[in-house]
């Protein structure tokens, strides 16, 4: 199992990291070759403007779109969340459109720049501690997104089909939990292959 984490900016390593620990092999891509050579792709934090603006102008975005059509499971962390969002809140910004979901950037405050919560998770019988920073929540969830947890502030993990988000950072802890749920799902598209 060979996943890739995209390499153009932000949380990158620490990805890697877990992946690597909890199982899979795992390394950065930022071509269309080396997304086309994975079986699944983290979609990291960062800053989702810059993200996006580069995806879009290698065209790696139409080849993200290519291999989530084709059932590759792809999952995005804060930044990743919303740059898989159909559409952002008060921003005329390109996505990937994967998940019928409308994000709100920094949703938590401008003031609130991080924070530790014991969230509870759909499916999970211990809650996870989970770390937000400048984290977005989602909102006016299509019929096909299953909600997997939400805090007061709005929705924070999401599910549609193959396409896994979050707004908070798994891979800033020790907690492996969320990268075996997300390997589950690759095992079960390779499976299918
Ligand atoms: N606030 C950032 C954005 O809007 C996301 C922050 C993060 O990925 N940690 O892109």
Redesign the pocket.
Known sequence: MKVGVLAIQ?AVSEHINMLKRAGAEALAVKTAEGINAVDGLILP?????TIGRLIRLHTIDDVIKERAAKGMPIYGT??GM?LLSKDINGFNQPTLDLIDATVI??AFGRQVDSMEVDLAIKGFDVPFHATF????VAERLGKDVEVLSELPEGVVFVKQGNILASSF?PELGNDLRIHKYFLDIVKSFLNKQ
């Not at 934090?45 to 403007?49: A, D, H, K, L, Q």
């Open positions: 932000g934090g960062g800053e989702s403007t804060c930044a919303i950037r920094n920073v400048r984290a977005p950072h």
